[in-house]
């Protein structure tokens, strides 16, 4: 298998992350009385930031479309990488390190903070990133042509 199948399905499963997130961090969702006055709360009180006053739901907001924009990134990088690594699997592996890595960390965040769907997404990613790493790994090392001892010994004879 290729690894730019699993670096496309990689894009593909980080589409649907970033998808979810920024459909599900739109708007505040209050299933009873004390988490409407949370809610609130965070909208309500502002806190002095390096000379702005932001309220703790804008912060909240604020992270959610970073966290938006850094997941459509990934997404488009997980793309690219695919074609990378079918083009050059020895240039595309540190970066397919870099991107496993995000990949579990993600799973690690997600673990310890939320809850199912983030946890499915970010274990998926990791999973397709680990092997496209992995199958780009075995590429780079079957491309990289070691010294011969037939160019070895044919250079000494020029």
């Not at 589409?15 to 009385?33: D, K, N, S, V, Y």
């Not at 990378?84 to 592996?93: G, I, K, M, T, V």
């Not at 970010?122 to 780079?140: H, N, P, Q, Y």
Request: hydrophobic share 55%; aromatic share 10%.
């Amino acid at each position: 298998m290729k690894p730019i199948f699993w670096f496309r399905a990689l894009a593909v499963v980080l589409a649907i992350f970033t998808l979810g997130h920024t459909i599900g961090t739109r708007h505040a969702i209050t299933t009873a009385p004390q988490e409407a006055a949370v809610i609130s709360a965070m909208q309500g009180y502002r806190v002095p930031v390096m000379g702005f006053l932001r309220t703790y739901w804008e912060f909240y907001r604020g992270f959610s479309v970073y966290i938006s924009v850094l997941l459509a990134t990934l997404m488009v990088l997980a793309w690219q990488l695919g074609t990378l690594s079918r083009r050059n699997p020895q240039a595309a592996l540190p970066l397919a390190v870099t991107m496993l890595l995000a990949c579990v960390g993600q799973v690690i965040v997600s673990f310890i903070y939320f809850f199912g769907a983030p946890m499915v997404t970010s274990t998926l990613a990791a999973i397709c990133a680990a092997v496209g790493t992995a199958l780009t790994a075995r590429d780079a090392r079957s491309s990289a042509a070691p010294l011969s001892t037939t160019t070895t010994r044919d250079a000494s004879l020029r």
